[in-house]
């Protein structure tokens, strides 16, 4: 028997971002309720924290036409209308409730003259929409949800991490870990979980995101047996550092593009005026003064190219740099020094306005931003595809399983815009602690199964008792291969040489071993988020593949164009009986007549 | 490639030691980056704390060449790569083993301090009115990304171990952060002067030296913070009233 403690509670939440503290604070507002709520890392550093622009909530502070239906509207479109839309019109609905709720809470939003909240413009957003805290918008959010959590009755379990989900016959009932400062195990039994682990960043080479960033929640949901949808929909960010080489995917917030900032190549050239799609033709500027007001809030003028969805940005760039007209480390230049020609105080106000940007290029880069541009190119930002779930309550094909933010999956389609991943946490965070929260009181009491538990134990110790090689160099090669098969443009090839080299690596993350003892060990660590790094690469693999079209965040050298025969399912991905990843299509969830008319009205 | 030696702190308890790792260094290093690099060469169980490795989460808290620092905006270039480069745990709080400590008496401390509590809506659709200028300072003190290097370096809790008695730093800067948010109406100056311990502070600004986040510590929240607990408790001509008054 392996030697183990058990905690108890009616929901427990895995995962200490935006959507997982809401979602915990919500089930704890049910009188009676024992929370637990499981963190990674300490609380308030979950990978929020490093959201930068701000959350897009349809407050129409700054400008009155603003609307949930324009806002859904804009989900939709940037989404190219994969997206589940009940997730879509829910969010749109409640984002404002969401945002006034974190101001009850303490939160400081940036103020309009007349005192409210401050909505900045983003790309694919119709209005300025986003509320923000200058660039640091995320750590406004986490902190405000962390300093009101902490009163709420919550039981935090810091640096503390997950390995398998259990489950007595269908039901989830609860989960078994490991805490990282002593290595020592926990069971924990609960009647609901939500999943509110984030994302899959860690399996690409180049990514904004933080070490966490493993997949976890997708491979736990995975192999409880639920299903994982639009996994081929990766966000590569347009604008990370790419120079010097250790800082290179750290993000440059959309934000400094939503200020006026400008993409110019080599030669200065402003390439986005050259390449528009179809679907935004009448919403961009016709030239530079126009975008300039527009971001200066001229109401009358349409957005600059640079403000553009994130996949089609972050393509333009990559065809520049691929066709020798790229800056000299392969990235472009992202300028906003040149908006003193427009502003006689633009070094202060662009040090007010971006000044988690000025900090980070002047001490990682020893560049001033006030004067010279920045060298950027795509990063891995971002997976739209997550954890299947009811578009209302949050809940998995699994019973007792819930996922919101990030690791679920269904609001953002095939591409998500800035901004609406903070909105997500909130509205569906909270959705997802309500609906876990009645689902737990609505059961009877259920057992957790020492089997399941001795398994777990054996596996996460297997580590310990083999001869293999350092779990690092596996994962330094998975990155490399993901980035290069599986990144920003794919082919049949490619993927399929993905899938071959992934099988290679399982066998070798099976084979991984490492010394030393169970506390606080980075290589033990490493080992057991292995699996979880390759269950979502193959899951993006495999999705990848399939879809033979380029669509939002998926772009296919052999499919360059988007194709109708792909328009109308959502590609699903289940752990079949043998063990093995099966693929489905599924059609997509159809919109109701009411959701047609305000798309059309705001085509 | 040139080589530069780290001399970290390893092990645990009694055992702990200074030992050398050579590794290469390229443009644009930081020490967290010599730190993985080092794990994954030779390494692989050395403990360190971090997340997000671009300034913005605060796990990476450490002492480089005796300096708090995070090491992830710690450039290798600053630093003289010619003799080893020390990195050492953090000294305010309970070493675990090698790089990493226990922080968590600063989650306790936090949750001591009474939480936000706003006043009655200013607009009848529930919502505040604040102006940009009143929100600003206290903007400041919220960019804090609790990396606690400003407790490490306070000599009250590094060499006098005040830790049941003294708030330290951080909880000055958050307590001056609900106590001059516009919409709060909660009262903190007793905790502040009693279970906070505030009068230990002796201004010595090392604390303002350390912070990543520029925030000028201080200046615009410890001392504002003391003067609120001399007006209230200390100040003659308030005594005297008070006893008059019997208020």
Redesign the interface.
Same mark, same amino acid.
């Given at each position: 028997m392996s030697d183990y403690q058990t905690h108890e509670h009616d929901v427990l939440v895995i995962g200490a971002g935006g959507a997982g503290l809401r979602a915990a604070i919500e089930a704890a507002s049910v009188k009676g309720l024992s929370v637990g709520l499981v963190c990674k890392? @300490? @609380?308030?550093?979950? %990978?929020t924290?490093?959201a930068e622009g701000g959350m897009a909530a349809a407050m129409a502070h700054v400008d009155d036409r603003d609307n949930w239906m324009v806002h859904f509207a804009d989900t939709m479109r940037g989404g190219q209308y994969l997206n589940n839309p009940v997730m879509a019109e829910l969010h749109a609905k409640e984002a404002p409730d969401r945002v006034?709720e974190l101001?009850?809470?303490?939160a400081?939003f *940036?103020?309009t003259r *007349?005192?409210?909240i401050l909505q900045r413009n983003f790309g694919g957003h119709r209005y300025p929409r986003l509320a923000h805290?200058?660039d640091?918008t995320? =750590?406004?959010m986490i902190?405000t949800l962390q *300093? %009101?959590g902490? %009163?709420q009755g919550i039981e935090v379990y810091?640096e503390h991490t997950v390995t398998t989900l259990l489950k007595d016959g269908d039901r989830v009932v609860g989960a078994f870990g490991y805490d990282r400062?002593r290595g020592r195990f926990r069971v924990f039994k609960a009647k609901a979980v939500v999943l509110a682990t984030g994302g899959i960043g860690r399996a690409f080479k180049i990514t904004?995101n933080?070490?966490?960033y493993t997949g976890d929640g997708h491979a736990l949901a995975y192999d409880a047996g639920a299903d994982l949808i639009d996994m081929e929909f990766v966000q590569f960010h347009p604008t990370g550092m790419v120079?010097?080489?250790?800082?290179r995917g750290? =993000?440059v917030t959309e934000g400094v593009r939503g200020e006026g900032g400008r993409l110019v190549n080599k030669d200065g050239k402003r390439f986005m005026f050259d390449d528009v799609p179809d679907l935004y033709k009448n919403q961009v500027a016709k030239d530079a003064e126009e975008g300039w007001r527009y971001v200066t809030g001229d109401k009358n003028a349409n957005r600059p190219p640079e403000l553009l969805t994130r996949d089609h940005v972050a393509r333009c760039i990559n065809r520049e740099v691929k066709a020798g007209r790229g800056s000299p480390h392969g990235g472009v230049y992202l300028d906003i020094a040149w908006i003193k020609e427009k502003l006689p105080n633009a070094q202060e106000h662009i040090k007010k306005k971006l000044?988690?940007m000025y %900090?980070?290029f002047k001490?990682?880069?020893g560049v001033d931003i006030t004067t010279t541009p920045m060298e950027v190119g795509p990063t891995t930002h971002y997976v739209m595809g997550g954890v299947r779930v009811d578009g209302v309550t949050q809940m998995s094909t699994v019973p007792g399983l819930f996922a919101a933010g990030e690791c679920a999956g269904g609001l953002h389609g095939a591409n998500r815009l800035g901004g609406n991943s903070l909105s997500d946490l909130l509205v569906f965070g909270k959705r997802a602690g309500e609906h876990a929260a009645k689902w737990a009181q609505a059961q009877k009491p259920s057992n957790i199964n020492a089997a399941q538990v001795e398994l777990a134990a054996k596996q996460a110790l297997a580590p310990f008792e083999r001869s293999g090689e350092?779990? &690092?160099?596996v994962q @330094?090669t998975l990155q490399d291969m993901m980035q290069d098969k599986v990144g920003i443009v794919r082919t049949e090839n490619d993927m399929a040489a993905a899938l071959d080299g992934l099988a290679a690596l399982k066998k070798r993350a099976a084979a991984v071993s490492? *010394?030393?003892n169970r506390? &606080?060990?980075?290589?033990?660590h490493?080992c057991l988020d292995l699996p979880n790094l390759l269950c979502v690469s193959e899951a993006v693999a495999r999705c990848a593949l399939d879809r033979r079209e380029s669509r939002g965040g998926h772009f296919r050298e052999d499919y360059p164009d988007k194709s109708k025969d792909f328009a109308g399912h959502n590609t699903v991905i289940r752990k079949a009986p043998d063990g093995s990843m099966k693929l489905l299509r599924e059609p997509i969830v159809p919109l109701t007549d009411e959701q047609k008319k305000v798309i059309d009205a705001n085509k | 490639m040139p080589q530069a030696t780290f001399r970290i702190w390893t092990g645990a308890g009694d055992d702990a030691v200074f030992k050398d790792f050579a590794t290469d260094v390229s443009e644009g290093m930081v020490v967290l980056d010599a730190i993985h690099q080092i794990q994954a060469e030779s390494a692989p169980t050395l403990a360190c704390r971090w997340n997000c490795k671009a300034g913005k989460c605060g796990s990476c808290s450490a002492e480089v060449n005796g300096k708090p620092r995070l090491m992830c905006m710690t450039r290798l270039d600053t630093l003289d790569l010619s003799v080893p480069v020390t990195v050492e745990p953090m000294k305010s709080f309970p070493h675990v083993r090698d790089l990493v400590t226990d922080v968590s008496w600063n989650f306790r401390v936090k949750k001591s301090i009474k939480p936000f509590k706003p006043r009655k809506p200013d607009a009848p659709d529930g919502t505040w009115r604040m102006q940009q200028a009143d929100v600003d300072r206290v903007q400041e003190f919220r960019k804090c990304i609790e990396c606690f290097l400003c407790q490490d370096v306070c000599h009250v809790l590094r060499d006098h171990h005040k830790h049941p008695e003294f708030a330290g730093p951080r909880h000055f800067v958050y307590t001056a952060a609900l106590e001059m948010h516009p919409l709060d109406t909660e009262d903190r100056l007793s905790h502040m002067k009693n279970e906070g311990g505030i009068g230990y502070c002796n201004i010595t600004k090392c604390c303002t030296k350390v912070c990543p986040e520029h925030i000028t510590i201080t200046d615009n929240a410890i001392i504002p913070l003391k003067e609120r607990v001399v007006d209230e408790y200390y100040d003659p001509l308030t005594r005297l009233f008070k006893v008059f008054t019997g208020k």
């Open positions: 890392s @300490l @609380l308030g550093k979950a %990978h924290v490093m006034r101001e009850a809470w303490g400081l *940036d103020r *007349d005192g409210r805290v200058g640091r995320g =750590l406004e902190r *300093d %009101h902490i %009163h810091m400062e904004s933080s070490w966490e120079w010097p080489p250790s800082v750290i =993000l000044p988690s %900090h980070q001490e990682l880069a350092n779990p &690092y160099q @330094l490492i *010394d030393g506390e &606080y060990n980075p290589g033990w490493t | -």
